[in-house]
């Protein structure tokens, strides 16, 4: 079998738009010449590798697993390239990080600040996704290091420990359960809620706990982040569910309570996953050291980023 460095880009974009036509666009490529190397690729594995409809293309098995070995593949060669840069003309590179929401809106601003200080020539490619999947992403070489809060498997993974945070409940001044000190998720659900954006990964998660419960979440409103949420539900609009560590900041200075879920999914220990601690280039193990040494700093009670 015999395939190059822009079949397997072609492939990965094709996944990604789940379209030949932009993914031949994003690869800088005619459409003819896209689908010639594709067909091309079909008849040396002998095997499809996608399916095609009127909406587009979606990935076959056999596509699926060369998409996956490809994103690896081209991974590799990005580490390559970004050590090779560490060496030539020193500490240079994109470090690609995926986190859960608490994490990339509570923890990471002031170690990034303080890294990218340290690192000028360093870029962060930071998104925001559900732990399931920044485990995929990690697996897939999309991403360096991940970040996730729920009780997930890491497959063969590396893994650290990181923070530690809670899911609490937080309403207006004098609500009648927060008057309760702690109640179960299940009953909150009575209650219209102040909710986060569609794409914040503490969206999909709360939805995806309401499905098990076979429950609705009645959002009156969505906010951008922590803080508006807070107001939100200081100005009586709602209810809502955020991590502990946001809500004991702006409950110092908003009208607002504070309850523990009693649920046991509240209750979350952060974990940075790697594919391989001594696989990851210099700028990225720099980060994990960066971030691990902030976790021990936060455990023993000095400010975060110093």
Not at 34 to 49: D, F, H, P, T, Y
Not at 156 to 166: E, G, M, S, V, W
Not at 295 to 306: L, N, W
Request: charged share 25%.
């Amino acid at each position: 079998m015999r395939f190059d460095l822009v079949d397997l880009r072609l492939m990965v974009r094709v996944a990604e738009a789940n379209s030949l036509t932009r993914g031949a666009e994003a690869s800088n490529i005619s459409l003819p010449a896209a689908s010639a190397r594709v067909k091309n690729l079909e008849e040396n594995i002998g095997a499809k590798l996608l399916y095609r409809t009127s909406q587009g293309v979606t990935l076959t098995p056999p596509g699926q697993a060369f998409v996956q070995h490809a994103r690896a593949v081209l991974d590799q060669i990005e580490h390559l390239r970004s050590d090779l840069q560490e060496y030539t003309t020193g500490l240079k590179g994109q470090v690609r990080v995926f986190a859960n929401t608490t994490s990339l809106g509570e923890y990471l601003p002031p170690v990034l600040r303080t890294y990218l200080q340290a690192h000028p020539d360093a870029n962060i490619d930071l998104r925001e996704r559900l732990s399931h999947d920044i485990i995929r992403a990690v697996v897939d070489g999309q991403a360096d290091i991940g970040i996730v809060a729920e009780r997930v498997e890491t497959e063969a993974l590396d893994t650290i420990p990181y923070r530690r945070d809670a899911l609490v409940l937080v309403t207006p001044r004098g609500h009648e359960l927060a008057a309760q000190g702690r109640v179960a998720f299940a009953s909150t659900l009575g209650y219209e809620h102040v909710g986060l954006a569609e794409t914040s990964a503490l969206h999909g998660f709360l939805h995806r706990i309401c499905d098990t419960l076979h429950q609705p979440l009645r959002l009156r409103i969505r906010v951008g982040n922590f803080e508006a949420a807070c107001r939100m539900i200081e100005a009586g609009v709602g209810i809502g569910v955020l991590p502990e560590s946001a809500s004991r900041r702006h409950a110092q200075s908003m009208a607002i309570d504070i309850a523990a879920l009693t649920d046991p999914w509240a209750v979350r220990q952060m974990q940075i996953c790697v594919r391989s601690l001594e696989g990851l280039p210099m700028l990225a193990r720099t980060l994990v050291d960066l971030l691990v040494e902030d976790a021990a700093r936060a455990e023993s009670g000095k400010p975060a980023g110093q």
